[in-house]
């Protein structure tokens, strides 16, 4: 697959889900990019769908839409996701639900609509959005740590069931990450210069990720590059994934894990 490819790219108002669909549009790409909302006052280029990604029938709606329009789907980045941060006992029936809905069986819909036409063709790339959430458990993370488990142990399957067809299906697992969601709790802190430093320090590299960073490496699993990669689940973390141990400022953390500040926990990442 080379430049010309139809994209399907979920949760593509903000933050990690933007970066892609725009990094898909500089390859010269045509993007389909859906989210809850959009801005109308500030359109993006790619093309606004509105979508409930835990909905069927809005998924396979769009999937409709999509092959109508241009006959093909090439990619999907199953990047839509949310996050409570609370312990078992503390997370409602109705959050539980609610995430693993955004963050698991979103992942299930996209596929499940999009499949059939990537086998048609012969070929396609799926890249799930995951988070190194769902290799290391995490305090106050339950819900969380366990649906991007999910969508990993999801990757993985299908990248078994379908590779003889020419579908590959990878996933990545972004560490911090600045989008606005985290600048947005940084802000909470009252210094969010001196909590990303903090941050920063924590990690191996020494500095959190663009949410570009992110990007890159989703539209090279997507990429004739990586044809021979399939069921890869990608670390794209800073080197988090080297150290294990939960510190505080001024030393490294072994995860994605929530900084916490004057009381605030400051979210690492967001898709």
């Not at 809005?58 to 999907?76: F, K, P, Q």
């Not at 499940?112 to 959005?129: E, R």
């Not at 539209?219 to 994934?241: C, H, K, Q, R």
């Amino acid at each position: 697959m080379g430049e010309g490819r139809t994209v399907i790219v979920t949760g593509a108002r903000g933050g990690i889900g933007e970066a892609t669909a725009n990094k898909f549009l500089s390859l010269g790409d045509r993007v389909y990019g859906t989210d809850l909302s959009f801005d109308e006052s500030s359109p993006h280029e790619y093309i606004e769908v509105v979508c409930d990604v835990a909905d069927s029938n809005a998924v396979s709606g769009v999937v409709e839409r999509v092959m109508s329009e241009t006959g093909r789907i090439d990619v999907l980045v199953n990047n839509a996701g949310i996050r409570v941060e609370k312990d078992v006992i503390d997370t409602t029936i109705e959050e539980w639900d609610r995430m693993m809905a955004v963050n698991l069986t979103a992942v299930f819909l996209g596929s499940k609509f999009c499949l059939p036409h990537m086998l048609k063709q012969g070929s396609g790339a799926i890249v799930n959005v995951a988070s190194t959430s769902g290799l290391n458990p995490l305090p106050n993370r339950a819900a969380y740590c366990a649906n991007k488990a999910g969508v990993i142990g999801l990757t993985r399957q299908m990248a078994l069931q379908y590779a003889r067809q020419g579908v590959r299906v990878t996933a990545i697992c972004p560490g911090s990450t600045q989008t606005p969601y985290t600048r947005v709790a940084m802000a909470r802190t009252g210094d969010p210069e001196g909590t990303l430093s903090d941050f920063s320090e924590r990690l191996p590299i020494g500095r959190v990720a663009r949410a570009e960073e992110q990007a890159n490496a989703i539209a090279y699993l997507a990429s004739d590059e990586a044809s021979f990669i399939t069921g890869a689940i990608l670390d794209v973390d800073g080197g988090s994934n080297l150290v294990t141990a939960h510190v505080g400022p001024g030393t490294y953390a072994g995860s994605d894990g929530p900084l916490v500040v004057g009381g605030v926990a400051v979210a690492a990442t967001e898709s």
